[in-house]
T-cell receptor, first 110, second 116 residues
Framework: KNEVEQSPQNLTAQEGEFITINCSYS?????LHWLQQHPGGGIVSLFM???GKKKHGRLIATINIQEKHSSLHITASHPRDSAVYIC????????????FGTGTLLAVQP | NAGVTQTPKFRILKIGQSMTLQCTQD?????MYWYRQDPGMGLKLIYY???????DKGEVPNGYNVSRSTTEDFPLRLELAAPSQTSVYFC???????????????FGPGTRLTVL
């Protein structure tokens, strides 16, 4: 079993829909990243959070440390949101290494 | 700032050849990482460094070597390339924040390597 599990693996939505991507993990962590990767492109960090909720534009990320679960929400989705969204958890004390989920492939259709 | 740069973008190697993947960051970050990304798998940590002169193995170090002679550069060396090393390689850097949850990893654009 992977230490970081994401669901769903694939998601197709219509433009304007509210989208939720989930991440569950089984290790003790100090923080959690949400990353975005466009096809053939690089990886961009969207959020890093250790508690509560963060919002940036149409993106909202929440984390529940007790339940070892995080969600990434996209409001009013747009075709340009189409990408792979990756959850990664930070562990390892001072060296702070990341364990990555396998990603959620999101396609937003116009 | 250019951020994290990687060269080359693409490379095809024959089995047994060697090469160095270059990674440079201009943000004065202490922490640097090398990951590989295989289809359907999460990124895996190959090697990391917490500062110039200090490197350590990650999850999948076999077949690779690194060095960190300066803060800016963190090259990844492949000796005796094998088909199992066909992957996309990402370099990343991080400046540790004062508070937990305040630092960010910056990723390079990736190097797509094929070993035939």
């Amino acid at each position: 079993k992977n230490e970081v599990e994401q669901s769903p693996q694939n998601l197709t939505a219509q433009e304007g829909e509210f989208i939720t991507i989930n991440c569950s993990y089984s290790v003790g962590i100090s923080a959690l990243h949400w990353l975005q990767q466009h096809p053939g492109g690089g990886i961009v960090s969207l959020f890093m959070l250790s508690s509560g909720k963060k919002k940036h534009g149409r993106l909202i990320a929440t984390i529940n440390i007790q339940e070892k679960h995080s969600s990434l929400h996209i409001t009013a989705s747009h075709p340009r949101d189409s990408a792979v969204y990756i959850c990664a958890v930070l562990y390892g004390g001072a060296t702070n290494k990341l364990i990555f989920g396998t990603g959620t492939l999101l396609a937003v259709q116009p | 700032n250019a951020g994290v740069t990687q060269t080359p973008k693409f490379r095809i190697l024959k089995i047994g050849q060697s090469m160095t993947l270059q990674c440079t960051q201009d943000m004065n970050h202490n922490y640097m990482y090398w990951y590989r990304q295989d289809p359907g798998m999460g990124l895996k940590l190959i090697y990391y460094s917490v500062g110039a002169g200090i490197t350590d193995k990650g999850e999948v170090p076999n077949g690779y070597n690194v060095s960190r002679s300066t803060t800016e550069d963190f090259p990844l060396r492949l000796e005796l390339a094998a088909p199992s090393q066909t992957s996309v390689y990402f370099c990343a850097s991080r400046l540790r924040g004062l508070l937990v949850g305040t630092d960010t990893q910056y990723f390079g654009p990736g190097t797509r390597l094929t070993v035939l």
